[in-house]
């Protein structure tokens, strides 16, 4: 099973909302990353977990916040977002995340988020 | 991490041979290059890993130079359903290397 799972497929909500998106993967992989992806931009990495332990933060602001409850799974939590924030939200999948992009990621199929 | 150039858009039609080349001049000696392919609305799919000299599996080839300042990926025979962007990315020699995804190429493949 190489799959990553990503719930919900769609979401909206308003800036008061909060929300979480969830990932989930099979592949005995000990690293995840959520990538955050703009209409005709590159993914933009946001986060990545090792191990089940915060390993990399790319300055994301503290209106998203990571959780990785076990190794096969990842949260993002959405906490007063910006219109901004709309975006499509990728969950990844690596070995251990000791290889950075030399390590193949298994991408899920996003979560398409609009922020009103 | 090294930075990558890659053409911003390709087209090509239906049954020819695709390359497309990527640069990375300060490429670091334990770095590899990978490349990711992305359609609309999906995530992007590893398509290939190299470190020197050609590397093939069943979906395409990657060719590095000796002075590993270059890459092309070789598409044989596209089709319609190859049209995607194509992200080349250089790194992995440490745990603290910074994943980024270049602009990458877009390519239109015609009928």
């Known amino acids: 099973d190489t799959e990553v799972t990503q719930t919900p497929k769609h979401l909206v909500m308003g800036m008061t909302n909060k929300k979480s998106l969830k990932c989930e993967q099979h592949m005995g992989h000990r690293a995840m990353y959520w990538y955050k992806q703009k209409a005709k931009k590159p993914p933009e990495l946001m986060f990545v977990?090792?191990?089940?332990?915060?390993?990399i933060n790319e300055s994301v602001p503290s209106r998203f916040s990571p959780e990785c409850p076990n190794s096969s799974l990842l949260n993002l939590h959405l906490h007063a977002l910006q219109p901004e924030d709309s975006a499509l939200y990728l969950c990844?999948?690596?070995?251990?995340?000791?290889?950075?992009?030399?390590?193949?990621?298994?991408f899920g199929p996003g979560t398409r988020l609009l922020v009103l | 991490l090294a930075k990558t150039t890659q053409p911003i858009s390709m087209d090509s039609y239906e049954g020819q041979e695709v390359n497309i080349t990527c640069s990375h001049n300060?490429?670091?000696?334990?770095?590899?290059i990978t490349w990711y392919q992305q359609f609309p609305s999906q995530g992007p799919r590893f398509i290939i890993q190299g470190y020197k000299t050609k590397v093939t599996n069943e979906v395409a080839s990657l060719f590095i130079p000796a002075d590993r300042k270059s890459s092309t990926l070789s598409l044989p025979r596209v089709s319609l359903s190859d049209t995607a962007v194509y992200y080349c990315?250089?790194?992995?020699?440490?745990?603290?290397?910074?994943?980024?995804f270049g602009k990458g190429t877009r390519l239109h493949i015609l009928p």
């Open positions: 990315l250089v790194g992995g020699g440490n745990r603290d290397d910074k994943i980024i």
């Open positions: 977990y090792s191990y089940e332990k915060l390993s």
């Open positions: 300060n490429i670091a000696t334990n770095d590899y």
């Open positions: 990844a999948s690596s070995q251990d995340g000791t290889s950075g992009s030399g390590e193949t990621q298994y």
